[in-house]
């Protein structure tokens, strides 16, 4: 049971980064951005092959940059080229894959073996104990949060929210929406690159196939986070909820796990059920809560 609760914390941790991204790009500038699954293989394999080579450390930094251009080519297709924002990021996307095969040495997958990893230097100083990953991934996700709600609230951070809620109104006030989309965008990608970053050492490999579905999962994850944490909405609440959400998320499936509710080949259609429910779930609560009303109402 600690064995699952801890996988459990960790992926988390790891993959709230990705919710985090799709909160910048789906909640806040309304865009449906697709590059995510590509940029997350790209940051992975930069990763992974600088720690190959014994730079783990920049491994991590490189890797979140690398994401953070991916997403300044989609904002500069959707931005310049007016290509829609779906398309845009398949577009990235699409043209990702080769770019990662040539990261990775046209390889499908390379492994980390003997190589230091940045969790393997924490583990060796002593750090955290068993939690180490855990303890690490937690202090820099809430490095993040809170660097991030700082940004937000911030003149710039506010135009990014408003450029979201009314791009007219946000060109009437002088303020350039393009120039709005692409730091959001390449914000967004910067935290999915992180996140590959850190999976991909966590992994010890990077795979070329790891980022199929990522943004649907990471979207999920969000809701689900949303769903769970009642009360006033505010920007410190939704961000927290990526956190809860991937926790609840990768929860449900160890126990799916552990408890062989289902074999390991019908996992893709548990993962579909999980974020189908996730998806539906506000619709679900605002149709009881009209009931509920409804009902009270004809009782009076």
């Known amino acids: 049971m600690m064995f699952i609760l801890k996988t459990t914390l960790e992926l988390g941790i790891l993959y709230s980064f990705i919710s985090l991204a799709l909160f910048i790009s789906y909640r806040i500038l309304d865009i449906a951005d697709l ?23 920049l491994g991590i930094v490189l890797g979140m940059l690398a994401g953070g251009c991916a997403g300044l080519i989609t904002a500069v297709l959707q931005t310049k080229f007016k290509v829609p924002s779906i398309i845009a990021g398949i577009i990235t996307s699409t043209g990702l894959y080769t770019i990662n095969l040539m990261v990775m040495g046209y390889a499908s997958q390379i492994s980390l073996l003997k190589q230091v990893t940045v969790f393997g230097l924490l583990r060796n100083l002593g750090f955290g104990g068993n939690w180490y990953v855990a303890i ?34 946000v060109t009437a006030s002088s303020i350039n929406a393009n120039r709005m989309i692409v730091i959001g965008l390449v914000l967004a990608n910067m935290l999915t690159g992180i996140s590959g970053a850190l999976i991909g050492q966590f992994n010890k490999s990077a795979d070329i196939n790891a980022g199929s579905g990522i943004v649907v999962v990471g979207l999920a994850c969000l809701i689900i986070g949303e769903s769970c944490m009642h009360g ?24 799916v796990l552990q408890t062989q509710f289902v074999n390991v080949q019908s996992l893709r259609l548990v993962t579909a059920l999980i974020v189908a429910i996730a998806v539906a779930m506000p619709t679900i609560q605002e149709n009881y809560r009209q009931r509920r009303m409804l009902r009270k109402e004809t009782l009076c």
């Open 35 to 57: 590059t995510t699954d590509g940029s997350f293989v790209l940051s992975m394999a930069v990763s992974v092959a600088l720690a190959y080579h014994g730079h783990p450390v």
């Open 232 to 255: 006033r909405r505010s920007t410190t609440r939704n961000l927290l909820a990526c956190f809860v959400g991937n926790i609840i998320y990768r929860l449900i499936y160890a126990i």
């Open 136 to 169: 690490f991934g937690l202090i820099l996700l809430m490095l993040v949060i809170v660097l991030l709600r700082m940004f937000l609230s911030t003149r710039l951070g506010l135009s990014l929210r408003a450029t979201g809620d009314n791009p007219a109104m």
